[in-house]
């Protein structure tokens, strides 16, 4: 379980770290008109955006393993399958970058709806096992996920960003508990 907890802290820390590589590699990306997929579809940004994806995908995953330990009881367990599906279409988009068309689509809604709604499960369980700061902290970052994505935007790299930067605060917010167990 302490080397989950320790993916937990690293997955976010990599894929950020990838993501913004990738923008760095990449003049023409505009925060207010791409999503961050545009990134993977050509070129150095493409390679270091797709490969960043299926690593930080393929750590959550063993990470969601170790949540499954952590949170072994009711609630806790169906956020974490849900949450283990979500790391699955983490990494698929990776694999299935935009020029696989509605397969991307349906990897890329699906990995932040099952992150979404993980997080929100995840609240409700810690409020039930009593630990009330961190099922606060949940549901307020499934909260800020809903909240982001009901906006307007011309593109999405904005909303994917605060969704996947507020869920990664989680992610190594708690893979710190999981590393003191």
Do not use: C
Not at 17 to 32: C, K
Not at 60 to 80: C, D, P, Q, V
Not at 135 to 146: A, E, K, Q
Request: charged fraction near 10%; hydrophobic fraction near 55%.
């Amino acid at each position: 379980m302490r080397f989950s907890g320790f993916l937990g802290i690293l997955s976010p820390l990599f894929g950020f770290s990838t993501v913004f590589n990738a923008i760095r590699v990449s003049p023409w990306f505009d925060w207010s008109r791409n999503a961050l997929s545009d990134l993977g579809v050509s070129g150095l940004g493409a390679l270091i955006f797709n490969s960043g994806l299926v690593i930080t995908g393929f750590l959550l995953i063993i990470f969601s393993f170790g949540l499954l330990e952590y949170a072994n009881r009711g609630m806790g367990k169906i956020g974490s399958y849900i949450f283990l599906f979500g790391s699955f279409f983490l990494l698929s988009i990776g694999v299935f970058d935009e020029r696989f068309g509605i397969i991307h689509f349906y990897v890329s809604i699906g990995f932040f709806v099952s992150l979404i709604f993980s997080l929100l499960v995840f609240g409700f369980y810690f409020l039930s096992e009593k630990d009330i700061p961190f099922g606060i902290i949940s549901l307020i970052v499934g909260t800020i996920g809903i909240f982001v994505w009901s906006l307007q935007w011309e593109g999405v790299a904005i909303p994917e960003t605060v969704s996947s930067l507020a869920a990664g605060i989680w992610s190594s917010s708690l893979g710190v508990k999981m590393m003191k167990t």
